[in-house]
């Protein structure tokens, strides 16, 4: 049985996709231009964000994306 009552991780919603290329510093935010840490495919288009727009748009996107790759982890390392 499947409920939607909570929200979940993306990664364990969408497929994430394991061969992915790392996001390097010159991927940048589709948004704002600052360096990207997820990126994902909607529409067979892949989609880069900053940390700040993934999470701002990431309940939308989890209707949408077909993938979802995130970096967000490694944030201050
Ligand atoms: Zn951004």
Redesign the pocket.
Known sequence: MTTLTQPRPLDDVIGVEPDREPLTSRD???????R?YVAATVNGVELL??????T?YEDRLASVASTWHDERSTLGR
């Open positions: 940048r935010c589709d948004a704002c231009g600052a990207a964000y900053c940390a700040h727009h993934a701002a």
